[in-house]
């Protein structure tokens, strides 16, 4: 599907669903593409001839995160209305049965970070770029991510991703834990696929009913902690120091904040 300034689509092939995502220049997430993302995702659970879902977007950058700029679709979300709805779409993202792999070929950025943490596994190119950098915006984290980073690389070392907002690399993103695989950019799309195979030659029933069962309540859970996420969103972006950082970031440059 083609909408405004983004697309959302879908193709199957032997068993394998991919959903490609386009929203150039930088893949800001928005929630109109969230909500085509989770329609297509619910979609192909009513596939029988899809059993694993790849997600991928177009571009060098997988997903910049949310765009706080003059004219993104943050930037005059006053009551934070945008970013509550927003929210309702990420948690309908984690309600399908099917396995996602994301396929993370460059910069993964506050938000985009949130996106590829939906998926159960992440193969990642070496270009690639992960970073939490909400506390750089004067921001608390969202999209469920104060919930899923420490359960996938530990309190620890999500604590040092969420407090520094230190960007890294594929590496090390791999000896952390949080992805699975990380290769050459050129051979990103043809490991993403062997993988995907290796789930989708599996008994279909028995990859839903274990995917459900390590998941767990994941889905509610998210849903909680975005709620808890918004409300301190909400007070944070109320202050200098956010509109601070917006400016500082957009400037390359660290933030002069004021505590205010």
């Known amino acids: ?23 150039p220049p930088y893949n800001h ?25 790849l997600l991928q977007s177009e571009g060098k950058i997988f997903c910049a995160g949310a765009d706080f700029n003059d004219g993104g679709d943050f930037a005059d979300d006053e009551d934070n209305a945008v970013a509550l709805a927003l929210y309702e ?13 994301a ?15 939906v998926a159960d596994f992440r193969i990642a190119s070496d270009q690639a770029r992960w970073a939490a950098n909400f506390v750089k915006l004067g921001f608390h ?12 690389i530990g309190p620890q070392k999500a604590a040092r991703l969420l407090m520094t907002g230190e960007r890294i690399n594929g590496v090390t993103a791999h000896e952390w834990g949080l992805v699975d695989l990380v290769v050459p950019a050129d051979q990103l ?28 309540n994941l889905a509610d859970a998210v849903k909680a902690t975005t709620s808890q996420e918004w409300v301190v969103q909400t007070r944070l972006k109320k202050t200098q120091d956010f509109a601070e950082g917006v400016k500082a970031v957009a400037e390359r ?8």
């Open 1 to 23: 599907m083609t909408q405004g300034n983004f697309s959302v689509q879908t193709v199957i092939k032997d068993h394998i669903g991919t959903i490609t995502f386009s929203c």
């Open 103 to 117: 396929v993370v070929q460059g910069a993964t950025i506050g938000a985009g970070l949130g996106l590829a943490l």
């Open 29 to 53: 997430v928005s929630v109109e593409l969230l909500a085509e993302m989770a329609d297509q995702l619910i979609a192909l659970d009513e596939t029988d001839e899809c059993r694993v879902v």
């Open 89 to 101: 779409q990420a948690v309908r993202l984690y309600t399908n049965r099917k396995p996602i792999i």
């Open 141 to 152: 984290a969202g999209f469920g991510i104060t919930h899923r980073l420490p359960g996938l």
């Open 253 to 260: 440059r660290a933030g002069q904040f004021k505590r205010k």
């Open 189 to 216: 799309l043809e490991t993403a696929t062997s993988f995907a195979t290796q789930i989708a030659e599996n008994a279909p029933l028995a990859i839903e009913e274990t995917r459900n069962t390590l998941r767990g």
